[in-house]
């Protein structure tokens, strides 16, 4: 598609279930990102894939939460035993390599709207 | 590691007003910097960048940022603002060395009031 894919939109589930929330980035583009942003709040970053580089995982806020990508695909973000604190929306967003010939400017995605019940 | 704080949550302006938004970042070595808006029920689209050259960018929708480097600011202005302004702004910093990691501030949301 032409733009950043996220799937489901809304998501409501019960304390204590697994969700996954899925991102295709655009073609092409070799960084993707997740972030969380709560009600009311910034962008808090989660994780961040470069290529073929070790993902930047430094922003996960427990080891509940992981994600994969597939090469410079589609990435899941999995949250195991969901809380309640885990509610908010969830954003993609992908890149190009910021590089001389590319500003790196992020797209992003429409989010996914996680409800932990 | 890199950080940004934006002074101010909430910045209320009648139309037609000048405007800024405050942005200040912490890094130890040279960055990019750069202004995301957020339309209500939108999502996030780049407003400008700052890369290298010349310290003041222009973005979309008549706005403009100065970078300087001495009090690590990246403030956002507009000397006239609509009501079509109101979203809520988020400064974003990269270093050189992290790859392109871009992390964001907290946001500041504008209202424009007629």
């Known amino acids: 598609g032409a733009g950043v894919s996220q799937s489901p939109s809304n998501k409501v589930t019960e304390k204590g279930k697994d969700v996954e929330l899925r991102c295709d980035p655009i073609s092409g583009h070799t960084a993707l990102y997740w972030y969380r942003q709560r009600l009311g709040q910034g962008l808090e970053f989660l994780i961040y894939?470069?290529?073929?580089?070790?993902?930047?995982k430094s922003g996960l806020p427990s080891d509940r939460f992981s994600a994969e990508r597939t090469g410079e695909s589609v990435s899941t973000l999995t949250i195991q035993r969901t809380q309640q604190e885990d509610s908010a929306v969830y954003l993609c967003?992908?890149?190009?390599?910021?590089?001389?010939?590319?500003?790196?400017?992020?797209?992003f995605g429409e989010g996914s709207r996680l409800t932990v019940l | 590691a890199q950080s940004v704080t934006q002074l101010d949550s909430q910045v209320p302006v009648f139309e037609e007003a000048p405007v800024e938004l405050r942005c200040n970042y912490s890094s130890s070595v040279s960055v990019y910097l750069f202004w995301y808006v957020q339309y209500p029920n939108q999502g996030l689209q780049l407003l400008l960048k700052y890369l290298s050259g010349s310290t003041l960018v222009k973005g979309i929708n008549g706005f403009e940022a100065e970078f300087n480097k001495s009090q690590t600011s990246f403030h956002l202005r507009k000397p006239s603002v609509h009501i079509s302004d109101t979203a809520e702004y988020f400064c974003?910093?990269?270093?050189?060395?992290?790859?392109?990691?871009?992390?964001f501030g907290q946001g500041t949301e504008l209202s424009v009031k007629p």
């Open positions: 894939f470069q290529g073929n580089s070790a993902p930047d």
């Open positions: 974003a910093v990269s270093d050189h060395n992290q790859g392109g990691k871009l992390i």
């Open positions: 967003a992908s890149s190009q390599a910021l590089t001389s010939a590319s500003t790196g400017e992020l797209f």
